[in-house]
């Protein structure tokens, strides 16, 4: 994803800690009914936060550019699955690649298929562009997982004090 547009739709979070513990992982998405899109998303243990996350393939090529966003934070631990593009990306002694440990990030990858349509299983809805699919995750990670969903509520309340 183009880091200008995550900065417009959704500025990740700033680091809070010294100790940050993330967990990686991917889901898919189609893109236009027969083009697979990889989501690779960055989640924050420390704070609860979905940080970043890059859409292309799934390949080392995509993750590297995820891993460049989060060069900021003073990562201590990666806890990913086994695929193998995490291996030789990331430092071994950083690196836990376990299913038990990525817990969080499932949880968060099932609440934004049960919010969006588009991010089901099995579903008729696609994305026409990359950029909507770029610009639901900021909302999502905005809205839902980094915020509260009532936060939504105040933008109208907003805009009606500015008209007044």
């Known amino acids: 994803m183009d880091t200008q547009l995550q900065q417009s739709t959704g500025k990740s979070p700033e680091p809070q800690t010294d100790a940050v513990v993330l967990e990686l992982d991917e889901m898919w998405h189609y893109l236009k009914k027969k083009n697979k899109l990889w989501i690779w998303k960055a989640f924050c243990r420390d704070t609860g936060e979905l940080i970043a996350w890059e859409c292309g393939d799934r ?30 990306l990331i430092p071994a002694e950083l690196l836990v690649q376990t299913k038990a440990e990525t817990h969080a990030i499932e949880r968060n990858n099932c609440q934004m298929r049960h919010w969006f349509g588009r991010f089901k299983r099995k579903s008729i809805i696609v994305s026409k562009s ?35």
């Open 59 to 88: 390949d080392k090529a995509t993750l590297k550019k995820l891993l460049t966003r989060l060069e900021d934070w003073q990562v201590k631990v990666y806890y990913t699955d086994d695929w193998k593009p995490y291996k030789s």
């Open 130 to 164: 990359l950029e909507r699919v770029s610009a639901t995750i900021a909302l999502f990670a905005r809205f839902r997982t980094n915020g509260n969903v009532f936060d939504i509520l105040k933008i109208g309340q907003t805009q009606l004090n500015i008209i007044i």
